[in-house]
């Protein structure tokens, strides 16, 4: 009896102790969030249907609008087009915080989309969004890993390196 007891009062509270603050996560990685930038089109940056948010295709947009452009295998390195991926990422965070306002309210980065402007011949476009994907596991962890398709691209709106889409569960 002593046991159940002291499991009913003990694993609440190490539920709290392991419960990750994320927006102390971001600090602690050097990441800084940005108001989003508005739509480039008639359409909606995000939408919400029960738990679960849908984000439009997001670019490597930097908190001053400017965008990283230009084709990996031509104009960017594979390097530099994970830093694009990295880059979308931010961009995306930075829509889904606005939209909830409190990081803490995901439950789960469920499904990505990552589209990369590259040359007929590149062909780790994995490699590229792990730019990406690798991102959202140091900022939520598990909550962090999400099914995923990486596919090239001929050309993307603007000449961006990346594009991507997500769908994202969160609490109520």
Known sequence: MKTLVYLLVAL????????????KKLKELGIELYPPTPAMGSYVKVVRTGNLLFFAG????????????????????????????????????????????DLNKVKRIVKVLGMVNCTDTFTDQ??????????MVAVFGE????????????MLPSNIAVEIEMVVEVED
């Not at 400017?66 to 829509?95: C, F, M, N, Y």
């Not at 999400?146 to 001929?154: D, F, I, L, T, W």
């Open 58 to 101: 997001h670019g490597p947009t930097r908190a001053d609008n400017t965008h990283i452009q230009g084709k990996v295998g031509k104009d960017l390195t594979l390097e530099q087009g994970r830093e694009a991926a990295k880059q979308t990422g931010i961009a995306l965070l930075s829509t889904l915080k606005a939209e909830v306002g």
């Open 143 to 154: 909550k962090g890993k999400h099914a995923r398709s990486a596919v090239g691209m001929y």
């Open 12 to 23: 609440p509270m190490l539920a709290n102790a392991q419960k990750i603050d994320f927006d």
């Open 126 to 135: 994995p490699k590229v969004i792990n730019g990406f994907s690798d991102l």
